[in-house]
């Protein structure tokens, strides 16, 4: 089992910037790949970005050049620092840990509004 805390969250005006943290109970270095992903109520899960053992990342179209995912495989975390921020932004974001099993496991998440 392999337990993720985020933190983070909160309110930001649009045009502000957050740094979202995942804290993870394994160690990620061991990880296929870490991911964040964002939820509406009442919508399907949104990718966000994904970033594998090697560094390498994939980042969604409709955050690229806004979002970064980096993570410190030292303290087992990764982080999703957010800039520019629009209220289109607003969601739960989900921290996950896929091992090279394909097994994923998911955070609590943290919420994120983005509001004048």
């Known amino acids: 089992q392999v337990q993720l805390v985020e933190s983070g969250g909160g309110l930001v005006r649009p045009g502000g910037s957050l740094r979202l943290s995942c804290a993870a109970s394994?160690?990620?270095?061991?990880?296929?790949?870490m991911s964040w992903y964002r939820q509406v109520p009442g919508n399907e899960r949104e990718f966000i970005a994904r970033i594998y053992s090697d560094y390498n990342t994939d980042v969604a179209d409709s955050v690229n050049g806004r979002f970064t995912i980096s993570m410190d495989n030292v303290e087992n975390m990764v982080y999703l620092e957010m800039n520019s921020l629009k209220p289109e932004d607003t969601a739960v974001y989900y921290c996950?840990?896929?091992?090279?099993?394909?097994?994923?496991?998911w955070g609590q998440g943290t919420q994120v509004t983005v509001s004048s």
């Open positions: 996950t840990y896929r091992t090279w099993d394909r097994l994923d496991y």
């Open positions: 394994a160690s990620i270095s061991s990880a296929y790949c």
